[in-house]
């Protein structure tokens, strides 16, 4: 395009999203079934919205109806399956492309072991654009015999996992970390909502390791997986609370 109608640039680099060469999204598929799918296609498409339609003027939005109309499609009826949703420029760096990718589920993990790690992410709030960083620490983690890496702030307060979101119980209610570097969790909003219909919230305070009684990985792959060792040391675990509250997740489920 001419000169005149490229998109200015935002001065700030850390807050701009020029540089980010991908968005991607994934839900765990059970018997043709998914917990919060139409949260995980709103953020996939805001992701898409934010990073590629708006900023490099892309002239009309993808045809989303008839892009999740397609990934139905494809999806056995039956089975474990975890897709995966890619959205990139194409070489010719005006055409978005969007590719659908039909992966088998890996076994769920009943518990996580995580390995405490520097929060490195550029654009934490987007997934995909930070994906080498992210399997960079984690692969760190799993070195030491870990499942995934624990990202903290300078102040090691818990900011998430590499992975998944971190939730913790403290005086018997569950919270979530305070801080503005979160991805948005499609198990977070499921869980927050069933919390509502309890009369509850789901609070967000600063968490260091030594202020929760409990931790909770959580994400679409594995649920809830609640945490049983931080650096090799051994975490409590409430079996039951968990098993619970992970039954009442799975009982939202819905045919994609």
Not at 46 to 68: G, K, L, Q, T, Y
Not at 103 to 112: L, N
Not at 142 to 164: C, Q
Request: net charge negative; charged share 30%.
């Amino acid at each position: 395009m001419p000169p005149s109608e490229q998109p200015e640039r935002p001065d700030d680099a850390l807050s701009s999203l020029w540089s980010i060469d991908r968005v991607i999204d994934s839900w765990r598929v059970h018997d043709g079934t998914v917990i919060g799918m139409r949260a995980h296609a709103a953020r996939f498409e805001d992701a898409v919205e934010d990073v590629f339609v708006s900023r490099m003027a892309i002239p009309a939005d993808p045809p989303w109806e008839d892009i999740w109309a397609s990934v139905a499609a494809a999806t056995p009826a039956e089975g474990e399956f975890f897709p995966r949703m890619t959205a990139a420029l194409g070489e010719d760096g005006d055409r978005l492309k969007i590719e659908h990718e039909l992966r088998r589920a890996p076994e769920r993990r009943p518990t996580t072991s995580l390995a405490v790690a520097p929060d490195t992410r550029t654009h934490p709030t987007v997934k995909g654009a930070d994906l080498e960083t992210l399997a960079s620490l984690r692969e760190v983690a799993v070195e030491l015999g870990d499942d995934d890496a624990l990202l903290v702030d300078d102040r090691g307060n818990i900011v998430e996992a590499a992975n998944g979101a971190i939730l913790a119980w403290r005086d018997g209610q569950l919270v979530r970390p305070a801080s503005e570097r979160l991805l948005p969790s499609v198990t977070v909003v499921v869980l927050t909502g069933l919390l509502r219909r309890r009369g509850e919230d789901l609070r967000r305070v600063r968490i260091r390791l030594e202020d929760a009684d409990e931790l909770w990985y959580v994400n679409a792959l594995h649920g809830i997986s609640p945490v049983r060792s931080v650096d090799g040391e051994e975490r409590p675990v409430d079996e039951a609370r968990a098993a619970r509250w992970q039954a009442t997740l799975e009982a939202q489920r819905q045919p994609l």
